[in-house]
């Protein structure tokens, strides 16, 4: 399996909220967030999709500025995870923050989601804190913190 990543556009959106309502569906970002958060690359955002054979399998996403760099969303189709889909977008967010000059990548993963909060910990992340009911449902989200180093 070959996985290509691609910066994300407009027209991938379709694609993008299949996968962003199967994945979050108590607390799915609006179109329209998405759309916003397009309009405003590439100053500060970075979004990209990974394809299989030409298909949409995930997408991720980074706001970058200054010296520090927030992982705003990763996901894949569900059918697609473990697969290494998920680490070479967050690879590719990692290094886009370091080009762009970040010392400290921050993320916030569900306090109920310790597969996902493997995957940041494989990758250097620390947890630095909870943030209370952050989500929609009322979960918790662990906040976390990874040092860029030159």
Do not use: C
């Not at 298909?55 to 995870?81: K, N």
Request: aromatic share 6%; net charge negative.
């Amino acid at each position: 399996m070959t996985v290509v990543l691609r910066r994300m556009t407009m027209d991938d959106l379709p694609a993008v909220m299949e996968i962003e309502r199967a994945t979050f569906p108590a607390d799915a970002w609006s179109e329209a967030m998405l759309r916003g958060e397009l309009k405003d690359q590439p100053r500060t955002r970075h979004y990209v999709v990974a394809l299989v054979d030409g298909e949409i399998v995930g997408y991720a996403g980074l706001a970058a500025a200054g010296d520090q760099a927030d992982v705003q969303t990763i996901a894949v189709l569900s059918g697609r995870r473990r697969a290494g889909i998920g680490s070479a977008m967050l690879t590719e967010l990692l290094a886009e923050a370091a080009r762009r000059g970040a010392v400290s990548v921050f993320l916030e993963v569900r306090a109920d989601n310790p597969g996902a909060q493997a995957v940041y910990e494989r990758f250097g992340f620390e947890r630095i804190g909870v943030r209370r009911r952050y989500y929609e449902d009322g979960t918790d989200a662990i906040m976390m913190k990874k040092d860029l180093h030159a």
